[in-house]
């Protein structure tokens, strides 16, 4: 029996290469096209960082408690505050050097949180934690009543431990402090009621 052989077309060694290259070239393109497709589902780490706002579930929150999200590398609270807490800051104000958030408004507190309580809703208080001082992050000191750097008649607030700035529950400084402004309050807006988006005041 004879076998029959049947020529196999011969490809040069330049032409081979030219085909190797194309083709890699081409799963190169298409692999670069569909990446930035993909990460535009989710904000960068360098849109993060300029400013990305923040989504944060406070169905969970109870009162007297506090979470801590990042916003710009920076810590943002969001405290849910208890009927006793938000009736006390009435009673500050005499104590208060910036009792109506009149001392740089653009800077630190948004129109819409021009008010005793300084917030969109009196029982939530968004703010930066950073003191105003020198950029340290204060303590909570929910508890009422004497304790150690606090006045006897503490009704809650926040104690910066670097240099002894205290703040109420609503962020204003008390009078004779190293800090001399209220603690910011971030741009913020509810997208329901258990939804708070930080950093952006503004619906589309």
Not at 74 to 82: A, E, G, L, Y
Not at 127 to 140: F, K, Q, W
Not at 142 to 151: D, I, T, V
Not at 165 to 182: L, Y
Request: hydrophobic share 35%; net charge neutral.
């Amino acid at each position: 029996m004879s076998e029959t052989l049947v020529d196999t077309p011969k490809i040069d060694s330049s032409k081979r290469t030219w085909i190797i290259t194309s083709a890699c070239a081409g799963a190169v393109g298409a692999a670069a096209t569909a990446v930035p497709f993909v990460s535009t589902f989710q904000p960068s780490e360098r849109a993060k960082a300029a400013g990305a706002a923040v989504e944060v579930d406070i169905a969970g929150l109870k009162p007297g408690e506090k979470v801590t999200v990042e916003w710009r590398g920076k810590p943002v609270w969001v405290v849910r505050r208890t009927p006793e807490q938000l009736a006390a800051l009435s009673k500050l104000t005499g104590e208060l050097a910036d009792p109506e958030s009149k001392r740089k408004p653009d800077e630190f507190t948004p129109e819409y949180a021009r008010n005793e309580a300084r917030s969109i809703k009196p029982e939530y208080f968004v703010a930066v934690g950073i003191c105003t001082h020198l950029g340290c992050s204060p303590s909570d000191k929910f508890q009422l009543g004497a304790q150690p750097s606090l006045p006897d008649d503490w009704k809650g607030g926040f104690l910066c431990p670097c240099h002894g700035s205290t703040f109420d529950m609503a962020g204003r400084v008390f009078k004779n402090k190293p800090a001399p402004d209220n603690l910011e309050v971030p741009p913020h807006m509810y997208l329901s009621d258990s939804k708070l988006l930080i950093g952006e005041d503004k619906k589309a």
